[in-house]
């Protein structure tokens, strides 16, 4: 395969492949209504899908893509039913292979913007091996994970991120997993971006989907929401008046500080260095120059890990936007380049891989 690469297209030339990922396109801007299908949407009433849903339609046109390049791919659950409700390229997968898919979507089609939507079930219990290994491989596709710390679509199982002593059907004495802190396990497999967001943080949730979109490599963002029937109130605490002492929102460049209130305008908790981690300070009782100014691009991945650990299961604090954004080379475009290179070279007898495969030494079996 040839690949011709220039400021505006990627071109397979060999496969009829035109790019236009990254070309605006000549029609009428789109809409939110355009990438809105006809298929009836089909979650339970007040379920978060519908915000992380009418998000992701408001924030597509934003991209300047053409449909026909977009590719929503999903597993099994309640959140991989979302690729009927867009009217883009969708393929409802298998049960926690959705990366896998997107993979091979993303190395043999470079003119396509690969998404993964999936839940806590599915890419952290059938699905993990595929979800660490795509993000190590740094393979250039953004990845939803909906978290609602629950089982929904098979009613009301606990998941890898339920709590401890979480009560449900299968857990009627009390959840005794310790669960996945979701972006601590991203991080660890060396992710080259990660973001969380909560979904009735609209402006939030769209200022992280922007930044994973824009990203080369592979985004992982969980989303952290509402299940109203089996887990209802799962986030309530990061919902109600006094939610800014628990959401701590990172902003680049910027020191980390929260709780802001009346009386506490800048914030009434920080976070600062402790030994070599992070911890949580109140703002009053620390020198302002300890007050950790946030560095979205910094290639220390223990300073991204330490900020994924303040989150707890009690939800006392809550890390939320961009925690970290890097550039390393992505799997897709060193499989294509090594494609090209085995296209191009000529081992002994002079004959390249393309004249081996379709020359005259052939044979037919059956």
């Known amino acids: 395969m040839t690949i011709i690469e220039n400021e505006n297209t990627l071109v397979g030339t060999d496969l009829g492949l035109t790019s236009y990922a990254h070309v605006p396109t000549t029609e009428a801007p789109l809409k939110a209504k355009d990438f809105t299908s006809d298929q009836e949407v089909r979650w339970c009433p007040g379920c978060g899908?519908?915000?992380?849903?009418?998000t992701v339609r408001s924030f597509l046109p934003e991209l300047g893509l053409r449909r026909e390049n977009m590719m929503f791919v999903s597993g099994i659950g309640c959140s991989s039913r979302f690729p009927y409700y867009l009217d883009t390229y969708g393929l409802h997968s298998i049960h926690g292979r959705a990366p896998a898919i997107a993979t091979g979507l993303a190395v043999s089609r470079p003119d396509l913007s690969v998404w993964v939507v999936t839940g806590d079930g599915d890419a952290l219990s059938i699905g993990g091996n595929h979800l660490i290994h795509a993000l190590r491989r740094n393979v250039n596709i953004t990845i939803l994970l909906f978290n609602n710390r629950i089982y929904g679509l098979t009613k009301g199982q606990y998941s890898p991120t339920s709590e401890v002593g979480k009560v449900t059907k299968s857990t009627p004495m009390g959840s005794i997993d310790h669960p996945f802190n979701t972006l601590s396990l991203a991080l660890g497999a060396e992710a080259t971006f990660a973001g969380r967001a909560l979904d009735s943080d609209r402006k939030g949730l769209t200022e992280v989907l922007?930044?994973?979109?824009?990203?080369?490599?592979?985004?992982?963002?969980e989303i952290l929401q509402d299940c109203p029937i089996f887990n209802d109130g799962s986030f309530d605490l990061l919902r109600k008046d006094d939610a800014e002492k628990h959401l701590i929102r990172l902003s680049h460049d910027q020191p980390i500080r929260f709780g802001a209130s009346e009386d506490h305008p800048d914030g009434e908790f920080c976070v600062v260095r402790d030994g070599f981690g992070l911890a949580v300070a109140k703002t009053a009782e620390v020198d302002a120059g300890d007050i950790v100014v946030h560095d979205a691009y910094s290639d220390d991945p223990e300073y991204a890990y330490a900020l994924s650990r303040l989150s707890?299961?009690?939800?006392?604090?809550?890390?939320?936007?961009?925690?970290?954004?890097?550039?390393?080379?992505?799997y897709d475009d060193g499989a294509r380049a090594q494609l090209a290179a085995a296209a191009e070279a000529k081992p002994v007898g002079g004959d390249t891989l393309q004249t081996l495969l379709t020359g005259k030494e052939t044979w037919t079996v059956g």
């Open 49 to 54: 899908d519908y915000v992380v849903l009418a």
């Open 210 to 221: 922007r930044a994973a979109a824009e990203h080369r490599g592979a985004s992982f963002v």
């Open 312 to 330: 707890d299961q009690g939800l006392d604090h809550v890390v939320t936007g961009v925690f970290r954004a890097v550039a390393r080379p992505t």
